[in-house]
């Protein structure tokens, strides 16, 4: 990964719809080796995909909720069925699987708290294999997916 390389995701962070003819622009490029480059970053995987950030109140998602989980016994079979159940929890918008006492810091969102009360009792408390769930509610978001720092 080269300086041009990181020219060009430093500009996809800020504008992922910008037009190709642009980014080679502000990257000192012409439209082919940017394309090119484009291509290349995709194909090898350090550009995940494209999407729209949303703003989670104007979408109804007014609740936001930090879930630590600690499971019972940790091995490969309990980690993969954890990871598996997550992730068919869309109201999970991040999951990490942590070093320390806790195991996993899950990233929730709801409607409100009766939603997220509901969600807490019928799936999070259900995962296989946790010992102890322990919650803590989002009082302000103060950075949210901010673009990786690409210095050289």
Do not use: W
């Not at 910008?18 to 502000?26: C, D, F, G, H, K």
């Not at 949303?54 to 979408?59: A, E, K, T």
């Not at 995962?127 to 990786?148: A, D, E, F, Y």
């Amino acid at each position: 990964m080269d300086d041009f390389d990181r020219k060009i995701l430093a500009q996809l962070q800020a504008d992922g719809r910008i037009s190709l003819t642009v980014l080679a622009e502000r990257v000192g490029l012409s439209l082919s080796p940017c394309h090119r480059r484009v291509r290349a970053l995709e194909h090898a995987g350090v550009i995940q995909g494209y999407r729209a950030h949303l703003d989670p109140s104007r979408v109804g998602l007014d609740f936001a909720a930090i879930v630590f989980v600690t499971l019972r016994e940790v091995n490969r079979e309990a980690v993969e069925a954890l990871e598996e159940a997550i992730a068919a929890i869309d109201e999970v918008v991040q999951a990490q699987r942590l070093f320390g006492d806790t195991d996993y810091m899950l990233h929730v969102v709801a409607r409100d708290l009766p939603a997220f009360q509901q969600l807490y009792d019928s799936r999070l408390s259900a995962l296989p294999s946790i010992l102890r769930l322990n919650s803590t509610l989002v009082m302000k978001t103060v950075v949210q997916s901010r673009p990786l720092p690409l210095a050289g």
